[in-house]
């Protein structure tokens, strides 16, 4: 019987463990995208529509916002 009990306690610990590692490795992504966004990486810059890009009734890849990566 206190051997059961003691399995049971080992198995839990081993699933506490495992998502102890879990957080902690969301954690330590999540500092990294945060330390990405305060440097500006991957933020993203939307540029002008350049003029006459509307001509002739076309729709052409210029006619749409261009983003720019800063």
Do not use: Y
């Not at 990486?41 to 720019?68: D, E």
């Amino acid at each position: 019987m206190e051997g059961n009990i003691f399995e049971q306690i080992a198995q839990e610990l081993v699933k506490q463990k495992h998502l102890m590692d879990q957080l902690e490795a969301e954690n330590r992504e999540l500092r990294q995208r945060l330390a990405d966004l305060r440097a500006g990486r991957g933020i993203f810059k939307r540029q002008p529509i350049p003029s006459g890009s509307f001509g002739q009734g076309q729709v052409t890849p210029a006619c749409f916002p261009v983003c720019k990566k800063l």
